[in-house]
Each structure stands twice: as structure tokens, then as C-alpha cells.
């Protein structure tokens, strides 16, 4: 048999393992049912790729992330190694082909999503197929309590009885306890090797900094941490907004979200993992999967919807076991913005089964049909339709597809896209003589820079504000425009997919699943909580409060987080009464921003900001309309 290191130098080019790697993988070859908790950055993949590659034969790969598997399969592509991914969207022909490949092609790894093992021709081609490893990523979706639990992954069983001879590799970044044990029990684990590294990265100094006035702190952590970056941000507009306030200033930053053509994802990732660009702004869409070592700089300009979550992102800083920091930037205003987002927004069951039968209804499906067809999907028009509240109908839509009710693809390809093809003269040449399409093309162009380089997408509803001209009347005009050879213009009236993967049984779908989605509302409860108490918590070092989350129990600070190098916290408690009376014998003389009181006080910011909390809490002083603090008048 071939030895692991030499596969690790073949393919991969290194000359060692990291942590648990061998371990892991010399248990898998020993034909071991494994469960492998490796934090970010610890290198899963490996873990099932390389036994993969020494056994004879195809390894299964369970993933339900569509990117992740496509990201795996194209790296493993790129080394010469013969790997395919089965997502949505590939018709039963391709599929049939596609599966003949797997038995007869010489292939080492199928991934496919736990909804395609429900799929009568997928299984009957898996036992056919000479399985040599079933590994299953992301396993915590197994569990009820796991971060992001998907019934799907229930499905992930009938391999068992397909390949009985098989062993299973079980990989999760991010399991509490508890979860692991029920990983474990649904996988019908027969005596397994478990391998659970420590979830502390002693390179990483996780900070918790109060902020008034996050984009000037924003500036100053750049400044101060010099290096690779990433800032997450929780929408798309705010991504763009603050890489155009950093770009101003000089900082060499660009933007990633999931509404961004391909073509620029690629190109501006490759920006950003090359060094051309030092920061990247982003949603957390970004990052699964990308392993650039030399991250200096995880910033969060708001709130984590969970630890979990917030564990895997800053993670991904200092990779290359150099110092590196995570830091998570909160103000006061940011608990209720995290309640309204991720718990307020969650739908009753009876809010659930009103989405599902006017989704059905809005397709024109008819009780008992609608089983796997597949339908293009506005999002805002449904919204209109129905006048439901736009955030509290997506998470309804995301707990039906994470319930495999229906399976919600956010084609953003679909986007309507224009290019003005013409001269910039050519096109007011035309315009003399077709005056009526003035206002809707001066419009267009001073809102969409770039339109005569290149094909963008625009927004038709924006134009429509814009410019007062209803939106019927806009296409129209740019059909006439496209016929008279201005522009290229490619209209699209949807930017998602559904698909639907049951037959329409209106209450009786939704109540199936009913105790498991009030579980996942609860689940999601107490990531939020928990985010709220490791922001509130400044007295227990920062690492030590995540280690405890995760299950993991030391009495050792790690000595570089926010509180372990605050300036002597407890003298600082002490001297309290002290700075409180100088916050306002300064304000006494006038009304002072929270940066102006940072330059003229010797104190630590951390102390400053609690005293002025203290002091608004008692209404002793207030906030200006210009975020300024003064005394409060009696």
C-alpha cells in the first residue's frame, strides 16, 4: 500500500501533516467508522481525499454545500485526479451518464447533497459502484442541535445499506458535545475512532472592542494590523458602501457578495488571494472553502447570527500560525439589530403553511401535484403580491428549503443586464430624434457607470424611482432601443428557482416537519443569546468563553484577547468613580464626541466607554442629534 505522505507529496506538495491528520487517516484505512472535528483551518478535506486515492475504487462525498463541492471538485480536477459533483439543475438524461461514469469511468470521488440520495436511480447506481469511503462534510447537519441541521442528512443511512461493507468518515468544523454524540448514533457508528482537535488558536487574539463610530475604528485596526484582511459585513450594500469609504482613504480593498456575476467573483478573489488586493469586503458568503494563509485581520462590523458561525469566519485568519487577530466591533444598537434579524423574523408555523400554500398558489400548483418541477421566482413580486414583510418570507422560504419541502436557487444569472453598444455622440445623435427616451436613458447612465464598457445588470424597479417612468414603459423602451441596434438588452423578470420536492399537501406538509422547525427556532435562540453574552462578558478572557461554548473547559487565559490585555481591568474597576467624574467635568464645558473625549482623557478606551454607558444609563448625560455626549438638562 502506498504511505499517505507520499500521496500528500504527489498531489499536494507538502512534506508533512498537520495536527490529527495522520491520525485520522491511518484509522480510515484501517477501515475505522472516524468522526474528525477539526477546527478552521485544519485541513478536513485530506482527511477522506488521501485514503480515497490509496483504496481502489470511488469515494462517496456528502456535502450540502453546492460551492464547496464545486470548489473541492475543480482543486481535485486541477491535480489530474478524476472527480465530479451532482447538483440541481442536471436533467435525468445527463444524470443517467453522469452515474454510468462513476461505475464504468474510472472516477475517485462522487460528491453529491443528501437530497439526491432520495433519487431511485442514484441509489440503485451506488450499489453498483466499487465504494471505497463514504465521507460525510459539514456532519453536524445531522444532528437536531447541530448548527444548521438539515432532515435531509437523515437520508445519508441508506448508504449504510447500500455499501454495508463501507466505512464512513464523519467532518465537522463546529460541534458542541451532544452533537457529536448524535452524529454518531444516526451514522450507525460500529466502534468509532473519534479525533476532536482543540478548538483554541493560540496565534489568534479575538477582541471585542465597543465602538460609537465603527468606520473610524474600522480605519484605525486596518492601520494598526497591517496585512491581509477580510470585513464582514451583513449586506451586500453595506460590502460596497464600506469598500468605497476605504478606497477614499487610501486602503486597497475590493468587495465580494453573492449577487456579483461569476466572472467578477473569480476575478476578484484572485485579486485578493494573490495580494494585488489587501482587503476584501464581504458577506459571509464569502470565504467556505478558501484557505489563504496569511490573513492578518478578521473584522466584524456587525454581529455573528451564531459562535458557530463566528468561529469558522474568524478562523480564517493567521492560517500560517503567525499572530493575527479577529475583531468584532459592537455598539449598543447592535443587540436589538441581531434580535429583529435573526429571531423576530422567524416565522410561526402557522406564518410557515400562509408562505407555503400562497407559494404554491402563485405557480399555479394543485393539491397533490407539483413534485419536482421547477419554476423561475421573483422574489419582490411575491412579496407584493401577497404584501408579506420581505425578511420574515425569506426565512420562511429558507426553513421549506433547509426541510427539503422545496429546493430555493438564487440564480443571479437571471439578472436583467444592459450594454449601450453604441458611441457615446451616436447615442445622443439618437436621441434628437427620439426625445421621448430621454429622461429613461439619462437616467440609466447616471446610474450605472461603465454601461458602454461593459454588460451590467441593472435594477428596472431603481430606474423606475428614478426616473418616474413606469417600469412596463422602461422595457418597452429598451426593446426599441435593443431593435434599433443602441443597446443589448437581456430582460429577465425573476432572479431565483424553486424547485419543488413534494407534492403540494398544503397544512399537512408543513405539520411533518412542524416540531423539527420549532426546534431550529429555539436552536437559533440560543446562538443569539450566546452571542449576546460572549459580547457582554468582559471580565473572562475571550478564548476561554468560545473553548467553553464548544464544550472544551481550561483555567488558562490566553493572554492576548481584548480583556486579557485590557490595562488591569480590576484597577480600572476601582478607578471607575474616577473616571466617571472627569467624563463630566469635561462635559460640563461642552458637548464632546466619543473621539474627542478618547484624545483629551488618559484612560483606556474600554474604561471610557463603560463610564459613559453608565453615566446614559443613570440619565446623566445624553446623545446629540450629531452623536455628541452632553450633560442632560433638568
Known amino acids: 500500500m502506498v504511505h499517505p505522505i507520499n500521496i500528500l507529496e504527489q498531489y499536494w506538495q507538502h512534506t508533512s501533516f498537520r495536527p490529527y491528520q495522520e491520525e485520522i487517516i491511518n484509522s480510515v484505512l484501517e477501515n475505522n467508522d472516524t468522526f474528525a472535528l477539526l477546527p478552521t483551518g485544519g485541513g478536513k478535506s485530506i482527511c477522506f481525499q488521501i485514503p480515497a486515492l490509496i483504496k481502489d475504487g470511488i469515494c462517496i462525498v456528502v456535502s450540502p454545500l453546492v460551492a464547496l463541492m464545486k470548489d473541492q471538485v475543480n482543486s481535485l480536477k486541477n491535480k489530474g485526479i478524476k472527480a465530479m459533483a451532482i447538483t440541481s439543475g442536471i436533467k435525468y438524461s445527463e444524470l443517467d451518464t453522469l452515474l454510468d461514469n462513476c461505475i464504468y469511468g474510472n472516477y475517485k470521488f462522487l460528491y453529491l447533497s443528501p437530497e439526491r440520495l432520495q433519487q431511485d436511480i442514484v ?20 444532528s437536531q442541535w447541530g448548527n444548521d441541521f438539515r432532515p435531509a442528512y437523515k437520508n445519508i443511512t441508506v448508504l449504510r445499506q447500500l455499501q454495508p461493507h463501507v466505512n464512513v468518515i464523519a467532518l465537522t468544523a463546529t460541534a458542541k458535545p451532544e452533537v457529536i454524540d448524535e452524529t454518531i448514533k444516526e451514522l450507525d457508528f460500529i466502534a468509532p475512532k473519534i479525533f476532536k482537535a482543540s478548538f483554541t488558536r493560540p496565534n489568534i487574539s479575538y477582541q471585542v472592542l465597543h465602538s460609537e463610530d ?20 451583513r449586506s451586500r450594500k453595506m460590502s460596497i458602501a464600506i469598500h468605497n469609504v476605504l478606497e477614499k482613504k487610501g486602503f486597497s480593498s475590493t468587495f465580494f457578495h453573492g449577487g456579483i456575476p461569476t466572472k467578477d467573483k473569480h476575478e476578484r478573489l484572485n485579486q485578493w488571494m494573490n495580494d494585488q488586493k489587501e482587503i476584501m469586503v464581504a458577506t459571509t458568503a464569502f470565504g467556505m472553502g478558501i484557505d489563504k494563509p496569511n490573513v492578518k485581520t478578521v473584522i466584524h462590523v456587525n454581529l455573528p447570527e451564531s459562535l458557530e458561525s463566528y468561529y469558522q469566519e474568524a478562523g480564517r485568519a493567521g492560517r500560517n500560525n503567525e499572530n493575527a487577530y479577529a475583531i468584532l466591533l459592537t455598539n449598543k444598537a447592535d443587540e436589538q439589530v441581531l434580535k429583529n434579524q435573526f429571531i423576530k423574523s422567524l416565522p410561526s408555523i402557522d406564518e410557515l403553511k400562509l408562505t407555503y400554500r400562497k407559494l404554491c398558489n402563485y405557480f399555479q400548483i394543485s393539491y397533490g401535484e407539483g413534485e419536482q418541477t421547477t419554476h423561475l421566482f421573483n422574489f419582490s413580486d411575491f412579496c407584493k403580491a401577497y404584501n408579506f414583510k420581505s425578511s420574515k418570507t425569506f426565512n420562511a422560504l429558507q426553513l421549506l428549503d433547509r426541510n427539503s419541502v422545496i429546493k430555493l ?31 429613461v436613458v439619462k437616467t440609466i447612465l447616471r446610474t450605472y457607470g461603465g454601461i458602454f464598457e461593459h454588460q451590467l445588470a441593472i435594477n428596472l424597479s431603481l430606474v423606475s424611482d428614478k426616473s418616474t417612468v413606469p417600469e412596463k414603459q422602461i422595457i418597452a423602451i429598451l426593446h426599441q432601443l435593443h431593435k434599433d441596434g443602441i443597446v443589448d438588452f437581456l430582460y429577465s423578470n425573476t432572479d431565483s428557482e424553486v424547485l419543488f420536492l413534494q407534492p403540494r399537501e398544503d397544512d399537512k406538509t408543513i405539520n411533518r416537519i412542524a416540531n423539527v422547525v420549532e426546534r431550529q427556532q429555539l436552536l437559533k435562540q440560543h446562538q443569539v443569546n450566546a452571542v449576546l453574552q460572549y459580547i457582554a462578558t468582559d471580565d473572562i478572557c475571550k478564548n476561554r468563553q468560545l473553548l467553553h461554548y464548544f464544550g472544551e473547559t481550561t483555567e488558562i487565559n490566553c493572554g492576548i484577547c481584548s480583556v486579557c490585555v485590557s490595562d488591569n481591568i480590576s484597577e480600572e474597576k476601582k478607578d471607575l468613580k474616577t473616571i466617571t467624574t472627569q467624563l463630566i467635568l469635561t462635559l460640563e464645558k461642552q458637548p464632546m464626541s466619543s473621539r474627542d473625549l478618547l484624545q483629551q482623557l488618559p484612560f483606556t478606551k474600554q474604561a471610557i466607554f463603560k463610564s459613559l454607558q453608565s453615566l446614559l444609563e443613570d440619565d446623566v448625560i445624553e446623545m446629540t442629534a450629531g452623536n455628541s455626549y452632553k450633560i442632560k438638562t433638568k
Not at 465504494?131 to 453536524?140: G, S, T, Y
Not at 473610524?216 to 464582514?232: C, F, R, T, V, W
Open 123 to 142: 441509489k440503485q447506481r451506488i450499489e453498483q459502484m466499487n465504494v471505497n469511503l463514504i465521507a460525510v462534510d459539514e456532519a453536524h447537519c445531522i
Open 409 to 439: 436557487s438564487q440564480q443571479f444569472n437571471y439578472k436583467t443586464k444592459l450594454q449601450f453598444i453604441v458611441s457615446n455622440a451616436s447615442m445622443f445623435s439618437y436621441l434628437e430624434t427620439h426625445s421621448q427616451y430621454n429622461i
Open 214 to 233: 465603527k468606520l473610524y475604528d474600522l480605519e484605525q485596526q486596518l492601520k494598526l494590523h497591517k496585512g491581509a484582511s477580510i470585513i464582514y459585513v
